[in-house]
């Protein structure tokens, strides 16, 4: 009978064992395990960078980016359907109340700031535009131009509406499927402007790079004399007027690999990552130098 029970016992270790090894959660760490991460999809090669670098540094990490719409990563945090997501914004309080009241409370990480670029057909005449010839197309005031935004749910187009004060899209407003189609489109019609995350610009996939010299970014800004195009240095110091801060944002609940990413993308490395990739880190990585004495 005690070899019989003593059976049944290991039987019970070895199948309670294999469930065990089938759970991602259970072996799920800061730098180890499986996660599925949503990001706006403006903002996907900053995320591709820092993702590959984190994945190098830690092998047994495998983390999946998924690019979405901005509204459409909002609902389905809300909707419980995913836990990780890479916005260019905060949920509201009322969107993070109703979280709450489901026991998630969520963390949210900033880790550095992008902008929107204006881009026109590499032979187009124009160089510069104000924020208040935007805002005229955006309301209907001047048709005699093509705007174009990524997706009618995109984040690009909700912050300029925004801006604008507008509710509505005018006829003069085309809505693509993602920023490489907006990139493709304005590099084949000379009389569209298009608005793209920039950092889709900076660092260009071989596919895009030679779509990219196809088009140029123009200056923007409140006037003629002040505008400037969406360099490193304009982001950081705000003077570029369509910058928006860039967030992690968890609603895991649990220690596991959203926050090691999230501490990454924050950490040293990450920040400069950021920095090399040409957007503004939250933080500026230190530089060290060193003075050698030369005795001879």
């Known amino acids: ?14 199948i309670f064992a294999c469930k065990k090894s089938e759970n991602t959660t259970v072996d799920e760490s800061y730098v180890k395990g499986k996660a599925t991460i949503y990001v706006d999809e403006s903002l996907l090669p900053i ?7 984190f994945e190098s540094k830690y092998p047994k990490a495998a983390i999946t980016l998924i690019p979405n719409s901005d509204s459409d990563i909002v609902n389905l945090l809300l909707q419980r359907k995913i836990d990780i997501a890479v916005l260019s914004h905060e949920l509201t309080k009322t969107q993070e109340d109703k979280l709450k009241a489901n026991d998630v409370i969520g963390k949210n990480t ?11 057909n590499a032979g187009n005449s124009k160089t510069t535009i104000t924020t208040s ?3 005229d ?11 174009v935004f990524d997706n009618e749910n995109s984040s690009t187009l909700s912050y300029l509406m925004d801006k604008a004060n507008v509710k509505s899209l005018s006829k003069s407003v085309t809505a693509l499927k993602n920023n490489l189609e907006v990139i493709k489109f304005v590099s084949e019609n000379n009389n569209s402007i298009g608005f793209v995350g920039v950092n889709w610009l900076l660092n260009p996939s071989i596919e895009l790079e030679s779509t990219i010299k196809k088009v140029k970014v123009l200056a923007v800004g409140k006037s003629i004399q002040k505008a400037v195009k969406p360099t490193q240095s304009y982001i950081e110091t705000e003077e570029y007027p369509f910058i928006r801060k860039i967030y992690l944002i968890n609603y895991q609940g649990r220690t596991g690999l959203g926050m090691g990413f999230a501490s990454f ?13 040409g957007l503004a880190p939250i933080k500026i990585p230190t530089r060290e130098i060193r003075i050698i004495k030369n005795n001879k």
């Open 265 to 277: 993308v924050k950490s040293e490395v990450g920040q400069r990552i950021t920095l090399k990739s």
């Open 133 to 135: 010839e935007i805002y």
């Open 137 to 147: 197309v955006l309301n209907g005031k001047k048709t005699d131009v093509q705007f």
């Open 110 to 120: 900033p880790f550095c700031s992008d902008a929107i670029a204006v881009i026109v």
């Open 1 to 14: 009978m005690k070899k019989i029970a003593a059976v049944f016992v290991l039987i019970i270790l070895v």
């Open 47 to 53: 995320v591709e960078d820092q993702e590959m670098v």
